[in-house]
T-cell receptor
Framework: SYELTQPPSVSVSPGHTASITCSGD??????ACWYQQKPGQSPVLVIS???KRPSGIPERFSGSNSGNTATLTISGTQAMDEADYYC???????????FGGGTKLTVL | EVQLVQSGAEVKKPGESLRISCKGS????????ISWVRQMPGKGLEWMGR????????SYSPSFQGHVTISADKSISTAYLQWSTLKASDTAMYYC?????????????WGQGTLFTVSS
């Protein structure tokens, strides 16, 4: 099965830029997306198809995907952005969904 | 407004069976795949499988194939996830999620989650 690897944790100071990576074989040839999950809540899509920001998601969230790595970038990080973030991709070989292990973003 | 409303929390014993549901509203239920996602306590998201409600075609993660069954009743816009024999390790939160379009890889709407505990 297709595997996606994320760092377990990332820390950032308020107002600074946070980058969360997601690695997988030839990930750049697939669409990657990102979800934010706060404690006790369902996941929320924050980036789809590598770079698209759904309606209602702040402009400080952006995404990129190239080579073997997709990256979620949060510019001007706010305390409300503290959450778990999951990358996800579609394994076209097997037509199955793959999730990364998740990254806990701490804003301190 | 698109909504996915899941059935409520359950407590079951090992060996029992269970079916949880996910009712879609505010959109054409047969036009979007539904996936099920497991989240064990304190752990990450795991994709279990999906269904195309238009024809009930299913695809499962190898990790869950044979242990759960995904189905749908398009007449009542509801997808189901069921177990015939529960184990303690099935204790988790389970989410249904709508694919943004049939064939799309990402999920644009999620249910509120169904938490169930399997304990003797």
């Amino acid at each position: 099965s297709y595997e996606l690897t994320q760092p377990p944790s990332v820390s950032v100071s308020p107002g600074h830029t946070a980058s969360i990576t997601c690695s997988g074989d030839d990930l750049g040839y697939k669409y990657a997306c990102w979800y934010q999950q706060k404690p006790g809540q369902s996941p929320v899509l924050v980036i789809s198809q590598d770079t698209k920001r759904p309606s209602g998601i702040p402009e400080r969230f952006s995404g990129s995907n190239s080579g073997n790595t997709a990256t979620l970038t949060i510019s001007g990080t706010q305390a409300m952005d503290e959450a778990d973030y999951y990358c996800q991709a579609w394994d076209s070989n097997t037509a199955k969904v793959a999730f990364g292990g998740g990254t806990k973003l701490t804003v301190l | 407004e698109v909504q996915l409303v899941q059935s409520g929390a359950e407590v079951k014993k090992p060996g029992e069976s269970l079916r949880i549901s996910c009712k879609g509203s505010g959109y054409s239920f047969t036009s979007y795949w539904i996936s099920w996602v497991r989240q064990m306590p304190g752990k990450g998201l795991e994709w279990m499988g999906r269904i195309d409600p238009s024809d009930s075609y299913t695809s499962y993660s190898p990790s869950f194939q044979g242990h759960v069954t995904i189905s749908a009743d398009k007449s009542i816009s509801t997808a189901y996830l069921q177990w015939s024999t529960l184990k303690a390790s099935d204790t988790a939160m389970y989410y249904c999620a709508r694919h943004a379009s049939s064939g799309s890889s990402h999920f644009d709407y999620w249910g509120q989650g169904t938490l169930f505990t399997v304990s003797s």
